[in-house]
Nanobody, 114 residues
Framework: VQLQASGGGLVQPGGSLRLSCKGS????????MRWHRQAPGKQRELVAE???????NYADSVKGRFTISRDNTKNTLYLQMNSLKPEDTASYFC?????????WGQGTQVTVSS
């Protein structure tokens, strides 16, 4: 199982970014996929998740601003982030559970600053 995240960068407050995470080595379309983030000095937290059926769940801090989605034809998970705030600055990680094990992609850094 491999998860390859991309799409981070530096953006001004109020701006947008889209993160991607390509999965391989498992039946992507059946598996719940998640985005987590970790800011310096803070614990990693769940940002959003999407089930294989397309049901979504969001942290309160990102509701209405972030949208998680998936393209099962491309084995790719997305996180559209709008109205970004400085407090969204963190490393973002995609994640899944598969056959009893937890897998993480490498982090992609998002920095929101003017």
């Amino acid at each position: 199982v491999q998860l390859q995240a991309s799409g981070g960068g530096l953006v001004q407050p109020g701006g947008s970014l889209r993160l991607s995470c390509k999965g391989s080595g498992f039946i992507f379309r059946l598996i719940t996929m998640r985005w987590h983030r970790q800011a310096p000095g803070k614990q990693r937290e769940l940002v959003a998740e999407v089930t294989g059926a397309g049901n979504t769940n969001y942290a309160d801090s990102v509701k209405g601003r972030f949208t998680i989605s998936r393209d099962n034809t491309k084995n790719t998970l997305y996180l559209q982030m709008n109205s970004l705030k400085p407090e969204d600055t963190a490393s973002y990680f995609c994640n899944t559970d598969y056959r009893g094990r937890v897998y993480w992609g490498q982090g992609t850094q998002v920095t929101v600053s003017s």
